[in-house]
């Protein structure tokens, strides 16, 4: 609740929880409806009935789902040089960049992730090498902890693959299939547990009522504020791109 005439809402679309603020004026004579960096805001008459507000926003579903997609997140730059600074399972890693064979591996030696390429200054390459690093140990964590939280929730471990979404960190398709935005391997261990812990609830409740969220408590007991620190960390996970 913000105001009297600005609340926030949530709606259930293609199977997620979408927030949105609510905004209601005397001076409105249509619905409108707006997409930004905020979410999802709703503006309509303040005489308007609440009634029929849900079967409105599920009609313009598909606009909605397309324009969270596309949305643009501003971050800051990572500068894919020597000694920048990156993030891996919630640490500050150092870019050491030097010379070596395009095909050198990518080595992790306490604080320093060792990049060789042939030309130290190349940024691409230095960039191409680093992601691509992130993604294999992502896959690696991912199916690690989704075995695991699997067996603890009494369920078979699901097909897992990564995702490059701009705006959701999982998901779990209609079939049991769950995709992992690749970028959570960044973040601190106990926030990419509650991700795995929601997408695995989806196997049991295709939903976000109290049933759901109970499944999920069982697993992530701290899911709430794992949430709100997801929300803040964000911008920062995004910076790689």
């Not at 499944?215 to 992530?220: D, G, R």
Request: hydrophobic share 40%; with cysteine.
């Amino acid at each position: 609740m913000r105001s009297n005439n600005q609340t926030t809402h949530s709606i259930q679309i293609g199977g997620r929880e979408i927030p949105y603020i609510l905004k209601a004026s005397p001076r409105r004579r249509t619905v409108g409806m707006r997409i930004d960096r905020n979410g999802l805001t709703v503006s309509i008459p303040s005489r308007m009935s609440r009634r029929d507000l849900p079967d409105m926003l599920l009609r313009h579903a598909d606009w909605i789902e397309k324009k969270l997609e596309h949305l643009s997140v501003t971050t800051p730059e990572i500068e894919w040089e020597d000694s920048a600074q990156l993030l891996y399972l919630g640490r500050e890693l150092t870019l050491d960049a030097h010379p070596g064979g395009l095909r050198s591996p990518v080595v992790l030696n306490g604080e320093v992730l060792s990049v060789a390429t042939p030309d130290p200054d190349d940024s691409t390459a230095i960039r191409r090498k680093v992601l691509a690093w992130y993604r294999q140990m992502a896959l690696e964590d991912f199916t690690r902890r989704i075995a695991i939280l699997a067996a603890k929730l009494g369920v078979k471990t699901p097909p897992v693959s990564l995702s490059n979404a701009a705006t959701r960190w999982g998901s779990c398709s209609s079939r049991g299939n769950i995709r992992l935005n690749w970028r959570l391997i960044q973040a601190p261990p106990p926030i990419i547990h509650y991700v795995v812990a929601h997408e695995l609830a989806h196997l049991k409740e295709m939903n976000h009522s109290p049933k759901f969220w109970a499944i999920v408590e069982t697993m992530c007991p701290d899911y709430v504020d794992l949430r709100k620190q997801l929300k803040t960390l964000s911008a920062k996970l995004h910076a790689a791109q």
